[in-house]
């Protein structure tokens, strides 16, 4: 589904539009910094050809995305499973230091993270019983476990940025986060991303 399968996307995506990535990156930090552009952004699916969820496509402009500001999102997901809990989403943040790509720990629950139950999370931002915000409503897309198999697409959609502070140690520059999401031991769907950041 779009969720789960954005689960990788837009799990991995607490680095792009931090709006999409819960509220723990608009929280004040010591030395931290506003994050003011998002850019050179691509993917890739990154799975075995067994894995039964693939994102068919996803589109983020503009390129640059600025911070606040507006962003436009298209994306598909074709899955092949049905995924209930508990779903597991392992992420490796790499930054790039001249040639050489260093993985960043996991800080705050963010970095290099792996989140056990991202069911439980989606319930937490949208609680369950409550309707599925726009543009998923208008497009049947579930925000919640479990996810039927099927294929799901969001049309270009809108979304406004809102001011995002970004944690001292992440600094400028280029950065590639691979997403994998799996359900008992199983892997079910692996994105990789890559982008850079730019703050003040």
């Known amino acids: 589904m779009?969720?789960?399968?954005?689960?990788?996307?837009?799990?991995?995506?607490?680095?792009?539009?931090?709006?999409?990535?819960?509220?723990?990156?608009?929280?004040?930090?010591?030395?931290?910094r506003r994050l003011s552009k998002v850019g050179g952004f691509a993917w890739e699916n990154c799975g075995d050809k067994r894995d039964p969820v693939v994102v068919q496509s996803l589109s983020v402009a503009p390129d640059p995305i600025s911070i606040p500001g507006s962003l436009?999102?298209?994306?598909?997901?074709?899955?092949?499973?049905?995924?209930?809990?508990?779903?597991?989403?392992?992420?490796?943040v790499e930054k790039?230091?001249?040639e050489l790509w260093i993985q960043l720990p996991c800080i705050d629950?963010?970095?290099?993270?792996?989140?056990?139950?991202?069911?439980?999370?989606?319930?937490d931002l949208i609680p369950p019983g409550t309707t599925c915000p726009e543009p998923l409503l208008t497009y049947?897309?579930?925000c919640h476990c479990p996810f039927k198999a099927g294929s799901y697409s969001l049309p270009a959609s809108d979304f406004d940025l809102?001011?995002?502070?970004?944690?001292?140690?992440?600094?400028?520059g280029n950065y590639r986060v691979r997403a994998v999401v799996s359900n008992g031991g199983e892997e079910l769907a692996c994105v990789k991303l890559a982008f850079s950041l730019q703050s003040h």
């Open 2 to 32: 779009l969720c789960a399968g954005l689960a990788l996307a837009l799990c991995a995506l607490q680095l792009v539009p931090a709006a999409l990535a819960g509220p723990q990156l608009l929280v004040e930090r010591s030395g931290a």
């Open 72 to 92: 436009r999102v298209s994306a598909a997901v074709n899955s092949g499973k049905t995924m209930g809990p508990p779903l597991k989403a392992m992420l490796t």
């Open 96 to 98: 790039a230091l001249g």
């Open 109 to 123: 629950q963010l970095g290099s993270c792996t989140y056990d139950d991202v069911c439980s999370m989606l319930d």
């Open 140 to 142: 049947g897309i579930p």
């Open 162 to 172: 809102p001011d995002v502070e970004l944690p001292s140690w992440m600094t400028n």
